[in-house]
């Protein structure tokens, strides 16, 4: 197997969590192959640059191998390699936020009216 769907490979190396929601970060421009916007169908080969954006963290990584069964994160790592650029952003990234947390990150839903008083009174 020399080639396979987008949106199957971020699948099954792990960068998300169903296929479904591959399809969708595809549909959406999340996932950009060579730097382009594609669809969820087109091939993606090794060699390939992915930038990655799922929601969460953004990675920018070369493909090496190809899947289109999701397997055990060990087999999902030797899929790809991420660029130094991203491993460096993602860390400066994570730096950033154990400094500094969203005073909203905290509150799961609606917030109490102590927690708006809370979140006026910082942001005042």
Not at 18 to 34: C, H, K, Y
Not at 35 to 58: C, F, Q
Not at 101 to 123: C, H, M, N, Q, V
Request: net charge positive; with cysteine.
């Amino acid at each position: 197997m020399d080639s396979t769907r987008i949106d199957k490979w971020c699948w099954a190396a792990r960068f998300f969590k169903t296929r479904s929601l591959a399809t969708e970060a595809v549909d959406r421009g999340r996932i950009r192959l060579n730097g382009e916007r594609t669809k969820p169908a087109h091939s993606v080969k090794p060699g390939d640059r992915l930038d990655i954006d799922n929601g969460a963290t953004e990675w920018e990584v070369l493909v090496i191998g190809i899947a289109d069964k999701r397997g055990s994160a060990a087999v999902a790592a030797t899929l790809y390699q991420e660029t130094e650029e991203s491993v460096q952003r993602r860390a400066t990234q994570a730096e950033r936020h154990r400094l500094f947390r969203e005073p909203s990150a905290e509150i799961k839903g609606r917030p109490t009216k102590r927690d708006r008083r809370l979140l006026d009174r910082s942001s005042s």
